[in-house]
Structures are given as structure tokens and as C-alpha cells.
């Protein structure tokens, strides 16, 4: 198969990158790039696990196609932290106990994140629209909703400081 | 970043939040790794006629493609009845069944062989239902029987009998992270197998009987699984034995990592039942006799299939004392995956019967159903016995009923329910409360058992290392608290390793909820062991300092960091700079401990004992409303009362409370699998079979732990969590039935089955219509 050239910017960083074409942007983080802490659950887009975000919106990483990034912004959970602090939404999951396997974790704040980035104040139905497509089998999504409560109360707290 | 950022909670949450956790899939291996794939059966039933691997084993990049006469040592994967192929030989039994393994430089090469593998089937007659398999005689083992009393005889003084049928269907497991394996040989025949598993030792015991090789050589390493459930108490064996048969034949880390579709279409469910029934009553709702008779599709192998019946026998009481009372249980061989370990394993079936029973009763007496149950519980001091001779101690449910009846204000929105329903055609409002009692223990006495090897290094920190595994239940952050808690430190001094068979051997699954109660314990015992050497070593430490009053090893406490005469507080040293004390005065810091659960015992040939160290207790109220026009409902709010004794962790066990109800409600409710008449699985993607999301969760949801004593006999007090509140879910089911049973006035009853899928419920719907209309013109 002809490799096709894509040039990308993946958590900040640009890379020129030479794929199959029809190499997933879920099998380029993970195989090429060892950026493993995007999962595979079920690699037909319905459980949400390799969601990342592509030019700041959500999406599955295990349905785009590696020439779709061509020229795209990708970010994944390991850049989700920045100049060596966690992102709010890390540490309210944490303190909210929203991890328990830990599997579905990378792609709900991923999903988590592009919800609060347009709407920073979400209700509660909101929040559910935002990650229904994020399966979780373990934790019941109670403590999941809540810690993405909470970022957003963070988030909102930090915004004040900062102005 | 990880060293920032902490948890109390959850001892690997600062590396699941940055994607740095590692599962099996995640492991980095050097440029030998090989794919390895799982060509599988077609056919329910067929015979192999013959087939031809000489084309799929010349395809370039293909390493290996093994058939079972390949295997060098045993061709047997069954964990406790040899009776599971590791690769067919001469017929299959079931489709998804593993015929032949490939193991190749990539995935592609990996299908191109598959396609080139010539097989000739020949086509059998295939069971693939339990009336079929009861029909055929297609009996697993032998029936199973426990009794109390003379329940024909209390049937003919009772009041009022009823009788009927449920159908509870079965439910895949749907772990995040599918099945996977990675397998890295090493010198001779040694093998390290990294895998997703839930019984590491049987791991390492099955791939030395397929491999024709010593346990001694096989090491089986588990960091972590991405969920579990009971998927992946046998069935990770099978991947793991593949996975190290192909690693054997190439010499080189061989990695498979089941597909979704492949994973459900290979792999048991829970056992699907169908339970038939028969109960006498008293005119004031209180059973007096009952017969129930479960029968399991245990699919095409044992697998646990014999324990997971007799907890759904040890468990068709759930909470009500019932004098006259019989048991039976068969297991039916069918053409299908062999069904196992699941989340309550047996006890969702058997408390699924007794529920529909108690409900039954309650809408046959018209009496509002929580009453009825709350009339049957056991007593505390007398009526508190069960059908296989255990006292019910410590038994929580009166009081539980009380609190939970008041906090979910039952009564106040049972009459708010019956005027919404007077008042509207098209929905209908349900409400149910449901409790639960789940016996604690292995109900095999001998698995009830645990290992743990504690090692302090010389700058004070401390590496736990025990037989359980963590697949997101907390068990390791449970641990780190209890032995943090034992040495008197804080838990940042506290690491819990990988789970590794050549530290902790020949240990028991992490399973039936046992996980901190065995592996806590043993891990308190191993700690005991080594605070006893420090003790003594302090204290001489300390004598030499006061040689006119001496410190007595015995009086020496460990709090706050810090090793201290209880007797004089003022000598004290500070934990860290205790241990290389102990190294210089050649003290071992290394311990090991060991635990079993004392005084349980159980006949299985007499049906009589006592299988559980103890009760766990746990009661729900759910309220939906029903859309009768699609079947569409919501789970309005759902009100839980979880008895947990008193929790390591309650963040952890409410969130296990939370989580297992709402497994409960998909396999209530949207979880539903459907096999094609082939014995083809259809449901075999998330496509079609749904798990419940965020949408799915109760608009109101209000969960608490009861407020308890110490549990007496276990870890710091702690009850087990894993799998009770699983069965509160039930409170959704019948909640959705107290809708349906609400068109025709709660006069007649809803024909139901488990899920209450959209078609069942608005198939009872017209039912329900149709007889009232039959009734109203007559």
C-alpha cells in the first residue's frame, strides 16, 4: 500500500508522519508513537475508550483514518496535563474516586474536556449528553458526573483568579 | 507528574487520569513481537473431517500455525472438569470454539493465513436451548437437591398456591479491556506470562499442562485487568494457554488480544435459567411452602457451571425464611460457549425466583409488595435459619426495611404512584423496594484461603505483595490502608505490587467477593509477623538505652510513623530509621502470611452446612415511569441501603455499590442476547447489545451505607462488596412489572421474563389488555 504523508501536531508537538492510509489515528498513537493511554474496546466506535480530541472536539480515534489528520490538532489524555500540573479534570476524578478500572478513564476526560471547553458551566443533563458515548462497565457514572461537576466548579474558580 | 499527584482512594488513580496505567495491551515489548490470532469454529456442532495448514503456514510473516496435535503437553483447558479442549481435535462443540492459532509479524498476515486454512466440517444436530437439552436428556453432572421440611404437605394446608415459570436470559460480561495475554519466553522452558486474569495460579497451572512443563517454570504476572466481573476467572486461562503455545512454538513474546466481536462471541456468559416454581401462602402473604426448580444452560464445557448452581440454590431464599422448602438445580449441556463466572454467580437467578415469588404473593393478595416482604424476612431470634441449616446471624434486614422505608418515603409515593396511575392513560408509574442477603465465601471451603508476602526495604518502605488481583474493584488500595493501618504509617510508604505467582504461589481466584476479606487478612498476619521482629529488635534496642527499666517487646505499639515503648512513650524511633537497625542486627524483613476462613464448612451430597463466614445485606427502592406506547421507561429514582460493616474505604464501596447495581439494571433491563438458529451469536457487538450508559443511570440516585458494628471475624471489621448489590437492581425490574401490572389495576399478573426488554414489556402490555378486555365483556 502507498504510504501517504500527514503532518500533525499531536499534544503539542508536530510530527511528520508517513502511514498506511488506511492506518487508524488509534493505531498510529498506539503503535507508532507508544501513546498506549488511548485504549481499545471495541475499534467500531461505539464505547468511546480511544476518544480523543481533534481540533479541540471529541472524537474516535478508532474511525479516523490517518490521512484525516493531515494537518490537525490532536490531543490525547497524555497531554491533557500542562507545564507539569494536572488538568482539573484529572484531579477531580481522582478526588472523586471516578476511576475504578481505569479503562474508560483516558476517554471520559477526553469527552469531559470538549464538553467543558464550550459549555464551562454544564448541567447536569448536559454532562450526561456529553460522555453518553463513553461506556463505562464499572462505576455506575455517578462519581463520573460528579467529578466532571466539580472540574467545571474548578475550572470556573481558576478563570475568576486569573481575571 | 505521578509523584505530584496522590489519591487516598485509589492507589493507581494519578495513573489512569494521565494514561499511564498499564494493562496487558500497554506492555512495551522489543521488535520481536508476534500477533498471535484464534481461528475458530463456524459450527454449533460439527464433526472436523480434515484440514490442510500447508498454504496459511507459507504466507511470509507467518511464524506459526498450530493445530491440536501441536500441543505438546495436555490438550485441556477445563479449570475444573477436564472436559475443555485447549484446540479442538475432532468435532466442535460450539461457534467461537478456538480450532487452530496463528501467530505472525502483524494482524494482516495473521488474517491472510486464516484464509488460506482449509477445514472440512461436517455438520451435527446442535442443542442450543435448555428445553431441547431437557428434551435430549443433555444433563451436565447429576440434579441437585436442597430441602427443608414437607413441602407437599404444607402445599396441601396452605391457603393459597400459586405456580409459573421465569425465564432470566444470560449476560455478557463486557470488560472494557477484552481478553489479552502476552507471553515472553525465557531460558529452557521457562515462560512469563502477562496476563488479563482474574486466577493467576490456575493461569500458571493451565499453560504448564498444555506446555508439558513444570508450574515452576511458568510465572504469571497480573498489574492490572480493565474490568473483570467473573470474565475473567476462567476464561482469561484460555487466551493465556493460546497466547503461550504460540510464544512456545516461535520462541519469541507472542501477544493476543481478543477483538471485541470475538472476545463475546468466544467467550461464556452467565448462565441463562429457566426457573419453574410453586408456593403455598398463608391469607396474610406468609410463605409456607416452596418448591423452585432451576435449570441452567451451562453451555458446551462444566466450567464453574456446578458452583455457580449451587449458589443460585443457596440463594433462592434470598431473604425470607420459608419452613418447607425445596431446591432442585440441573445444569443442561447445550451447543453454546460454556457459560461462567459472572457478578453474584448463581445468586442473581435464584433471588430473581424467590423475588418473582414474594411479588406474585403480594399482587395476588393485593397487598402492597414491601409488606409482604418485610412479613417473610428472617427474624433475628427465632425464623432465622435457612433452607441449608445456617443461622442467619447479625441480621440487619428489620432494620434496614425500617430505615430505608422511611428514607425513601415508600409509603408517601406508593399513594402518589396509584394517583398518577388513576389519572394517566398512556404512562404508568412503578415503584418496588427488593432486598438482599449474599453469603460470603467460596461455597468450595477449600478456596477459602489467601497468601501475602510483605517486604520492608531498609529506607522504610514497604511492598505488599498478595494473591488478589485488581481488576477496578480498589482491592489494592484496600490493601495498602490495611497494611498502612497495621504498621501504623501513611499510605505514601505503602506500595501494592503486580500480582505475581512467583511471590504469592498456589493462591485462589479473586473471586465471590473474597478479595480483602482472605487477602487482607493474610497480608495483616504477614505484618504481624515482621512488627513482632521489630518489636523484639526495638526493644532490645531501647533496653540498651534504659538498662534500669527494660522495654518489653510485647508493649511496643506502631502509630504515627513511629515505633514506641507503650509503657514509656518517650522512646521512640521513627519507622524509617527502625529498619536498617534491623538489617544490621540481621533481623529478616521479609515475611510471608497466610489466612483461612475458620469454622465454614458445607456437605454438598447432604445440601446441609455452613458455606458463609457471614451475610452481606443490602435494600433498594426504585420508582419508574413507563411510556406505554414504545416500552420506554425511566428510572426515576432508585434509593439503596448497603450494609458494607465497617468500610476500609467508602468512597471505594460506594462506588461498587453504585457500579454493581447499575450492571444489575442491564441485565434487567437493555442486555440482551439472542443466538440465530445456527447457535451463532448476533448480539455480538455493542451494536446491538447495550450495556447501560449515563442515560440509563436513575435521575435521582441515593446510596448509603448502613450504619453498623464492626463486622465480628474480618478485616478491620469490613463486610465484602463486590457482588450484593448486584441483585438490588432486581428493585428496577419489578418496579417496571408494577407499572405494566398497573394497567390492568394490579388485578391480574404480567406475564414477564428477565431483561424486561422493550418487546417483553409491551408484549405483557397487550396481554394484560387483552384479558382485561376478555374479562370486561363476559
Not at chain 1, 498506549?36 to 480511544?50: D, H, Y
Not at chain 1, 467545571?152 to 483568579?161: C, D, H, Q, T
Not at chain 2, 468466544?266 to 408456593?279: D, E, P, V, W
Not at chain 2, 538498662?547 to 524511633?573: L, N, Q, W, Y
Amino acid at each position: 500500500m502507498t504510504r501517504v504523508t500527514v503532518k500533525t501536531t499531536i499534544n503539542h508537538r508536530k510530527y511528520e508522519l508517513a502511514p498506511d492510509p488506511n492506518q487508524t489515528l488509534l493505531d498510529i498513537l498506539r503503535e507508532e508513537l507508544g501513546l498506549t493511554g488511548t485504549k481499545r474496546g471495541c475499534e467500531i466506535g461505539q464505547c468511546g475508550a480511544c476518544t480523543v480530541l481533534i481540533d479541540g472536539r471529541a472524537a474516535n480515534s478508532c474511525l479516523v483514518l490517518a490521512p484525516q489528520i493531515d494537518g490537525k490538532e490532536i490531543l490525547t489524555v497524555e497531554g491533557l496535563a500542562s507545564d507539569g500540573r494536572l488538568h482539573p479534570l484529572q484531579e477531580s476524578f481522582m478526588d472523586h474516586d471516578a476511576v475504578h478500572c481505569g479503562f474508560c478513564t483516558p476517554g471520559m476526560l477526553m469527552s469531559a474536556k470538549d464538553l467543558l471547553d464550550h459549555a464551562p458551566h454544564p448541567s447536569e443533563e448536559e454532562i450526561r449528553v456529553g460522555i453518553s458515548g463513553n461506556l463505562c462497565r464499572c462505576t455506575g457514572y455517578v462519581q463520573i458526573v460528579d467529578a466532571i461537576h466539580d472540574a467545571a466548579e474548578r475550572l470556573g474558580k481558576k478563570e475568576r483568579i486569573e481575571n | 507528574m505521578s509523584n505530584q499527584s496522590y489519591s487516598e482512594t485509589n492507589e493507581s488513580a494519578d495513573l489512569h487520569v494521565t494514561g499511564e496505567a498499564v494493562y496487558v495491551d500497554d506492555i512495551p515489548v522489543g521488535g520481536q513481537l508476534l500477533t498471535g490470532r484464534v481461528v475458530i469454529s463456524p459450527y454449533a456442532h460439527a464433526k472436523i473431517v480434515s484440514f490442510d495448514l500447508r498454504d496459511a503456514r507459507r504466507i511470509p510473516g507467518v511464524h506459526a500455525v498450530l493445530a491440536h496435535a501441536d500441543i505438546p503437553g495436555d490438550n485441556q483447558m477445563g479449570p475444573v472438569v477436564k472436559d475443555e479442549p485447549c484446540l479442538a481435535a475432532d468435532e466442535v462443540t460450539f461457534c467461537g470454539q478456538a480450532v487452530f492459532l496463528i501467530a505472525a509479524e502483524t494482524e494482516q498476515q495473521c488474517r491472510e493465513a486464516e484464509r488460506l486454512i482449509q477445514v472440512a466440517y461436517e455438520p451435527l444436530d446442535a442443542i442450543l436451548d435448555i428445553e431441547t437439552a431437557m428434551s435430549n436428556d443433555s444433563l451436565m453432572g447429576s440434579h441437585r437437591r436442597i430441602e427443608r421440611g414437607d413441602v407437599e404437605a404444607a402445599f396441601a394446608a396452605s391457603d393459597h398456591i400459586i405456580e409459573g415459570e421465569l425465564r432470566t436470559g444470560a449476560q455478557e460480561h463486557w470488560y472494557l479491556e477484552t481478553q489479552a495475554c502476552l507471553c515472553v519466553p525465557g531460558e529452557r522452558d521457562e515462560i512469563t506470562a502477562y496476563s488479563s486474569t482474574q486466577h493467576p495460579s490456575e493461569t500458571q497451572a493451565l499453560i504448564a499442562g498444555v506446555l508439558g512443563i513444570r508450574r515452576n517454570s511458568v510465572v504469571v504476572e497480573v498489574r492490572r485487568m480493565g474490568g473483570g466481573f467473573g470474565g475473567k476467572e476462567t476464561q482469561a486461562n484460555h487466551t493465556a494457554c493460546w497466547t503461550a503455545l504460540l510464544c512456545r512454538a516461535t520462541r519469541r513474546p507472542v501477544k493476543i488480544r481478543l477483538f471485541r466481536d470475538d472476545d463475546m462471541i468466544m467467550t461464556g456468559k452467565r448462565h441463562r435459567f429457566l426457573t419453574r416454581y410453586k408456593a403455598g401462602f398463608t391469607g396474610n402473604g406468609i410463605l409456607e411452602a416452596v418448591r423452585i426448580e432451576l435449570n441452567a444452560d451451562g453451555g458446551a464445557a462444566t466450567d464453574l457451571s456446578f458452583a455457580i448452581l449451587e449458589r443460585a440454590m443457596l440463594h433462592a431464599d434470598n431473604s425470607y425464611y420459608i419452613a418447607n422448602f425445596s431446591v432442585t438445580g440441573a445444569i443442561w449441556k447445550t451447543n453454546l460457549p460454556p457459560n461462567t463466572a459472572m457478578r453474584g454467580f448463581g445468586g442473581p437467578q435464584g433471588t430473581a425466583a424467590i423475588e418473582t415469588v414474594v411479588d406474585r404473593v403480594a399482587r395476588f393478595l393485593r397487598k402492597d409488595p414491601a409488606e409482604i416482604r418485610s412479613r417473610n424476612f428472617y427474624g433475628t431470634i427465632s425464623r432465622n435459619t435457612t433452607h441449608y441449616g445456617q443461622t442467619v446471624e447479625n441480621n440487619r434486614l428489620p432494620e434496614m426495611y425500617n430505615q430505608l422505608i422511611r428514607s425513601s418515603d415508600y409509603r408517601e409515593r406508593r399513594i402518589a404512584v396509584d394517583e398518577f396511575n388513576a389519572t394517566h392513560e398512556f404512562y404508568k408509574k412503578g415503584l418496588a423496594l427488593t432486598p438482599v442477603k449474599f453469603g460470603i465465601s467460596f461455597t468450595t471451603s477449600f478456596l477459602n484461603q489467601a497468601g501475602a508476602l510483605v517486604n520492608i526495604y531498609t529506607d522504610g518502605t514497604i511492598l505488599v505483595n498478595h494473591g488478589g488481583t485488581e481488576m477496578g474493584q480498589g482491592l489494592h488500595s484496600k490493601i495498602r490502608h490495611i497494611a498502612a493501618r497495621e504498621f501504623g504509617v501513611s499510605l505514601k510508604r505503602v506500595k501494592v505490587s503486580a500480582t505475581n505467582t512467583s511471590k504469592v504461589p498456589n493462591t485462589s481466584a479473586t473471586a465471590a467477593s473474597t478479595g480483602s476479606d482472605l487477602n487482607g487478612m493474610a497480608v495483616r498476619n504477614a505484618a504481624a509477623t515482621l512488627k513482632s521482629r521489630i518489636a523484639e529488635t526495638i526493644a532490645e534496642v531501647f533496653s540498651e538505652e534504659n538498662r534500669s527499666s527494660p522495654t518489653f517487646a510485647s508493649h511496643i505499639v506502631f502509630e504515627d510513623e513511629s515505633i514506641i515503648d507503650g509503657d514509656h512513650p518517650e522512646r521512640r524511633i521513627a519507622f524509617a530509621d527502625a529498619m536498617p537497625i534491623m538489617q544490621h542486627r540481621q533481623v529478616s524483613l521479609s515475611a510471608t502470611g497466610y489466612y483461612r476462613t475458620p469454622d465454614i464448612g458445607w456437605d454438598r451430597e447432604k445440601g446441609r452446612g455452613k458455606p458463609f463466614h457471614y451475610y452481606a445485606f443490602g435494600m433498594a427502592v426504585s420508582e419508574v415511569l413507563l411510556d406505554l406506547l414504545t416500552g420506554r421507561h425511566k428510572l426515576l429514582r432508585t434509593d439503596i441501603l448497603h450494609d458494607t460493616g465497617t468500610s476500609i474505604n467508602p468512597a471505594i464501596d460506594i462506588g461498587q455499590v453504585e457500579g454493581g447495581f447499575i450492571q444489575g439494571v442491564g441485565w434487567c433491563t437493555t442486555e440482551e442476547i439472542k443466538w440465530d438458529e445456527n447457535g451463532r451469536l448476533m448480539t455480538h457487538s455493542p451494536d446491538t447489545y447495550k450495556i447501560p450508559t449515563v442515560g440509563d443511570i436513575p435521575q435521582d440516585f441515593r446510596v448509603s451505607l448502613l450504619r453498623t458494628d464492626p463486622n465480628p471475624g474480618t478485616i478491620h471489621g469490613s463486610k465484602a462488596v463486590g457482588e450484593p448489590p448486584f441483585m438490588l437492581s432486581l428493585s428496577v425490574w419489578l418496579a417496571i412489572k408494577d407499572a405494566v401490572s398497573a394497567v390492568a389495576g394490579h388485578e391480574l399478573e404480567p406475564e414477564f421474563s428477565l431483561p424486561a426488554t422493550y418487546e417483553v414489556i409491551l408484549l405483557s402490555i397487550e396481554k394484560l389488555k387483552a384479558k382485561t378486555l376478555k374479562e370486561a365483556s363476559l
